[in-house]
């Protein structure tokens, strides 16, 4: 059985986790989903990388964070059919992956065709730490 | 960089914009390329000033196939064309020697914000034009997108936005979404090639659909629903005459007005009972001989009826009359312009309180042809809440009977075809917007305390008899 956490403690958990994205990238790309977020990229194609602000995210309240702005991708890297992003830190380091879809995903696009030179725009990003 | 002498030494336009100024040295001109690399780009505009005389032939996807073969051939005019990425279009400027300027841009890629005027072209292998309502502007082109003269979109329910067009090519039904994914492709063929007039219901999310001539119900006209999820409606009506050139129903959804049956000149508006499927009385009579009733007529939230009629005399203004459901007069608004072909009604944003209205300016020799005039009407007294007037491009060049001014405008809209008022925002090409909502792992306790320890066991109290007192 897990523990539970105080908001206090998710919090904090929630704070130290969305700093590592402070000035950081939503890297979206096509392909396959790798299977940790520590596992390299091969063949899937970066299609965009809308940027966080720095900080990414203000004081969480009860574990959950939410993101300031995030910077368009208004250049669009490659056409394609976004399925999946990886968070990174502003030093292109790894911090987490997630799906992307129309739907039932954790990143919702409008569309996951992607153009390129079109733009990308995330308007809103939370971060959940759960207390139990 | 003077433009290449023949097709084959083309001088390539790498990106747009792009602006050239050399000289003619003949009449058979000289030659540019340019192959889009984007799929963001749905139209260009050229323009090529100089020597009067100069027009510029386009070609595609080789030098010799002409491409929309009319663009480019009145001098100095702007013109635009759809493109595509990948394809090479080729621009042979010439008829004339000397200096000239040549100039191509990028067509607009802007948002379309709800309440922005959708008018598609009349000719088939020109993209939909969304318009600015401020100013008329071209905000962005869609491409590729039905030619025709009919069309309309829902205004309120779960489909709000969606809109249906006749497809002039195909003699297809296409309904699209808001942002203009096709949805649903209907075969609605009828006789000859006439223009099938399409009204959204006010609350049953469908639209009504006619053919002028059914070859099926004994080449007279017949009336159905197609569903806002793109099925044909159970029904068909069959009306007394062939010809059809508008109709709409009340709010209830009981009673058909239409016109143009066997005429479209002095035509009355009839009505049709929808529920024990026979004729009514007319609504009103026909104006006289010298009207038409060429398109559209709209039932306001109200129940009122809004009807649009051309003049066939000289220097006579289109009128639109606005009845009562007894077909009494509520208002007469006099139009500008001398008779306007294709005067065209769009439902507002604000149904009832006002109604869209599309005119156009005088017909040659007048100097003012080829403008258009959207107005929006306060439908309780008649005064003009916002106006805005923009340059036609028809076939895709810049139309008017005089050279343009020294700025023109690079694009426009179609001179007829449809209109209608956007009832949800399209983004600007290329652009997908999302949101994000992350949850830390929780499966697999990534987040439990693992703690070790050990329990020490009770001590005999013997154990302590050498420490008691």
């Known amino acids: ?132 | 960089m003077p433009g290449g002498a023949t097709a084959g030494t083309a001088t390539v336009i790498g990106s747009l914009p792009y602006t050239d100024s050399d000289t003619s040295p003949t009449y058979l001109g000289v030659w540019y390329v340019y192959t889009p690399t984007s799929s963001l780009l749905t139209v260009v505009g050229g323009l090529v000033t100089g020597g009067s005389a100069f027009v510029t032939l386009v070609y595609s996807p080789d030098s010799a196939t002409p491409y929309l073969p009319t663009v480019g051939r009145e001098s100095e005019k702007p013109f635009q064309i759809p493109v595509v990425a990948g394809t090479p279009y080729y621009f042979n400027i010439q008829n004339d020697v000397g200096a000239y300027t040549f100039s191509l841009i990028a067509g607009p890629n802007l948002v379309a914000p709800t309440g922005s005027i959708f008018v598609n072209d009349d000719h088939p292998g020109y993209p939909l034009a969304l318009l600015s309502v401020t100013d008329g502007s071209v905000l962005q082109f869609v491409y590729p997108f039905p030619a025709g003269e009919n069309g309309d979109v829902i205004a309120s329910g779960t489909h709000t936005g969606r809109v249906l067009v006749h497809d002039r090519a195909t003699h297809h039904l296409k309904l699209y979404s808001p942002t203009f994914d096709l949805l649903t492709d209907l075969p609605y063929t009828s006789t000859g090639n006439p223009k099938y007039p399409i009204r959204a219901d006010h609350t049953r999310s469908q639209f009504y659909v006619g053919k002028p001539v059914d070859p099926t119900h004994g080449s007279v006209a017949t009336v159905t629903t197609v569903t806002s999820a793109g099925a044909f409606g159970p029904q068909t009506w069959v009306l007394p005459a062939a010809g059809l050139t508008a109709v709409a129903t009340n709010v209830a959804g009981t009673i058909l007005y239409f016109t143009g049956q066997t005429s479209s000149t002095n035509a009355p508006v009839k009505r049709w009972d929808l529920v024990n499927d026979v004729a009514l009385s007319n609504l009103v009579a026909g104006l006289g001989a010298t009207w038409l009733t060429l398109f559209d007529i709209i039932v306001l939230a109200d129940d009122t009826i809004v009807v649009s009629y051309e003049s066939t005399t000289a220097a006579t203004a289109p009128v639109i009359k606005h009845y009562a459901t007894d077909g009494s007069v509520l208002h007469t608004w006099t139009m500008t312009g001398d008779r306007s072909t294709d005067v065209h009604l769009a439902s507002a944003l604000d149904d009832p309180a006002s109604v869209w209205i599309w005119t156009k300016m005088n017909p040659p020799p007048d100097l003012n042809f080829g403008t258009s005039h959207f107005t929006n009407v306060n439908t309780s007294d008649g005064t003009t809440i916002s106006s805005v007037e923009r340059r036609e491009f028809e076939t895709g060049i810049w139309l008017g009977i005089t050279a343009p001014p020294p700025d023109p405008e690079r694009f426009g809209h179609s001179f007829s075809c449809p209109f209608l008022i956007l009832r949800a925002p399209v983004p600007a090409p290329g652009t997908v917007t999302g949101t994000m909502a992350l949850t830390a792992p929780t499966s697999g306790d990534t987040s439990a305390l693992a703690l070790t320890g050990y329990v020490t066991p009770p001590r005999h109290p013997d154990a302590f008899c050498g420490r008691r007192p």
């Open chain 1, 1 to 132: 059985m897990a523990i539970t956490l105080s908001a206090t403690a998710a919090s904090t958990a929630a704070d130290a986790l969305c700093a590592l994205l402070n000035g950081g990238h939503v890297r979206i790309y096509d392909g396959t989903r790798p299977a940790t977020a520590d596992t390299a990229i091969t063949t899937q194609v970066l299609l965009a990388s809308p940027t966080f602000a720095n900080p990414a995210f203000a004081a969480a309240v009860s574990g959950v964070a939410t993101a300031h702005a995030v910077v368009d991708d208004t250049d669009a890297a490659a056409s394609g059919t976004a399925t999946w992003f990886r968070a990174v830190t502003s030093g292109a380091a790894s911090v987490c992956d997630g799906s992307v879809g129309t739907a039932d995903a954790d990143c919702i696009l409008s569309s996951t065709t992607i153009i390129q030179h079109g733009t990308v725009s995330i308007t809103s990003v939370t971060y959940t730490q759960p207390l139990a």
